[in-house]
Each structure stands twice: as structure tokens, then as C-alpha cells.
């Protein structure tokens, strides 16, 4: 017998845009050097996997190809998706249990997904010599989050700006040890972003629903509105309608499968 693999566009409908994640539904939790090979070998920025614990509920947790990270929204958002389109799940309302950001949940609203999601309050960072460096480009401020701080926000003057960037990865992982969220105002959007994490194996992530839980808050008091419409300009692409209600974060997008298959090779390095 196998496990079933699913992969997944989150944050379009497209088959070629979104970030694409694989889920894998789970009867019980493998070991975490297992799980880490797993998505090494799929080779994408994240693979969740999911245990069911309870009717509508489920252990969730989500691996780069080089680590376990803290919290992933385009990962989650393609979980939910796998269940209802997979997995003959019909209720309304999904609560995922995970690790390292406690209790989250998905709600299926039409064709799509609300992710209600912990904010991230920014407080100001001080930017890195070297990351400006790498980026070539003047920031204009930065924040990181008081919680999490495995990434941190750099705004630029302008979309223009943000789309010119031809990031040195290299540089980019010597500079600084997490993540980096580059952000604008947007043209047509509240605003746009573009996410680089060469330090997790993640050069440039399409589409990083995590980043919008402390992009959402800076942009909301920087703009005056709790309703923001958003889009990650990489070179596949997506949308996020995001609001700020409290210490919470709801995002809500559409996903796409790709394709669906079934693993059936020995998981245990030695065999």
C-alpha cells in the first residue's frame, strides 16, 4: 500500500500559477527525519502533512526541503482544499492543531478558503548592510515580527522597485539567518511583496501566505484600512484578499490540483 500525494496550486486557479504545495493525508505521524526526506524529495517550498484527530480535525505540519517551518498559509490553504476535494470532507469549517502557531482554522466560503490565521505584529528592524547589498535596491523601512521572527519585512518605494530586483541568493543567505519579505504599494493592490529564503531552501517562494500574517498589520496602519487586497509578484504569481480582525489574520484564496498520485517507494533511508 501507498500514501497518497497531492499536488496542489494555492492562491489561484491556474495550472501553471499560485505556489504549489503537496499534502499528504497521514494515518499516523512518520518519523521527522521521514517527513524531511519526503519533501526533500518532492523538492517544493513546502509539503504538509495531516493526521485526522477528530471529526474536522487535524494535526498539520509543514517542511521545506531543508526544515520544519513555524507556520505556512499556501500549504494550509491547499490542505483544506485536498479535503474537501479529495477526501469527502463536507463540513464547513476545518481546525487544524499545529506545533509552533497553535490553533488555526479554515472556512470553505463559495469556491474558496478563509484561513483565520494568528497576526504578526511588526516592530522596526534595523536593516542589514549586507542584505541592502544584495537586494541593490534602498529600503525605505523594516519591521520583524515581535513573535516568529524567522522573517522580516523590507518595504521599497515602489512596485517598479520591487519587481526590478534580481536578488543574489548567496549574498542573501550570508547576510542575514531568516527569511526576507520585500514589499511596495501596489499599482493595482493595496500592495504587492516578493519573499526570498535561500537559508530554508526556498530561493523565491510564488506565493508565502505566512508572510501576509505581518504584512497584513503593517500595511493596515500604514494605509488606514483593515480590508486589503494583495498580490506576490513573483513570476508564477497570486492574490490575497486579506483582513486584520484583532490578533487574527483571515486570508482567503482558491487552489487548483495539479495532480494527484500515490507513493509507493520504501520510506526508511536504510532500505
Not at 474536522?56 to 505556512?72: D, H, I, K, N, S
Not at 496602519?221 to 484578499?241: C, I, N
Request: aromatic share 8%; net charge negative.
Amino acid at each position: 500500500m501507498g500514501l497518497p500525494l497531492y499536488i496542489v496550486n494555492a492562491f489561484t486557479r491556474t495550472s501553471f500559477g499560485g505556489n504549489p504545495a503537496a499534502v499528504m493525508p497521514l494515518d499516523h505521524w512518520l518519523p521527522d527525519e521521514t517527513l524531511l526526506a519526503i519533501a526533500a524529495q518532492h523538492n517544493l517550498s513546502e509539503t504538509a502533512f495531516l493526521v485526522c484527530t477528530g471529526s474536522g480535525e487535524y494535526e498539520l505540519r509543514w517542511f521545506t526541503p531543508g526544515a520544519e517551518v513555524q507556520l505556512c498559509g499556501h500549504a494550509t490553504l491547499a490542505s483544506a482544499h485536498v479535503l474537501r476535494a479529495h477526501l469527502g470532507f463536507q463540513g464547513d469549517r476545518v481546525t487544524f492543531s499545529t506545533r509552533f502557531s497553535g490553533e488555526l482554522r479554515a472556512q470553505y466560503v463559495d469556491d474558496a478558503v478563509e484561513l483565520d490565521f494568528p497576526s504578526l505584529t511588526p516592530q522596526p528592524h534595523d536593516v542589514e548592510p549586507a542584505l541592502a547589498s544584495a537586494l541593490q535596491v534602498p529600503i525605505i523601512a523594516a519591521a520583524i515580527p515581535k513573535v516568529h521572527p524567522w522573517k522580516a519585512l523590507y518595504e521599497v518605494e515602489s512596485e517598479a522597485v520591487l519587481r526590478s530586483i534580481e536578488p543574489d541568493f548567496p549574498a542573501i543567505a550570508a547576510a542575514v539567518d531568516h527569511a526576507v519579505i520585500v514589499t511596495a504599494r501596489g499599482d493595482r493592490h493595496d500592495f504587492v511583496s516578493r519573499f526570498f529564503a535561500p537559508n530554508l531552501r526556498v530561493n523565491e517562494d510564488p506565493v508565502t501566505g505566512s508572510a501576509h500574517c505581518v504584512l497584513t498589520p503593517y500595511w493596515a496602519e500604514k494605509l488606514g484600512s483593515t480590508e486589503l487586497f494583495a498580490a506576490q509578484v513573483s513570476d508564477r504569481g497570486g492574490e490575497l484578499h486579506c483582513a486584520l480582525l484583532g490578533d487574527r489574520v483571515i486570508l482567503r484564496g482558491q487552489s487548483l490540483t495539479y495532480a494527484t498520485a500515490t507513493v509507493t517507494a520504501p520510506l526508511s533511508r536504510s532500505e
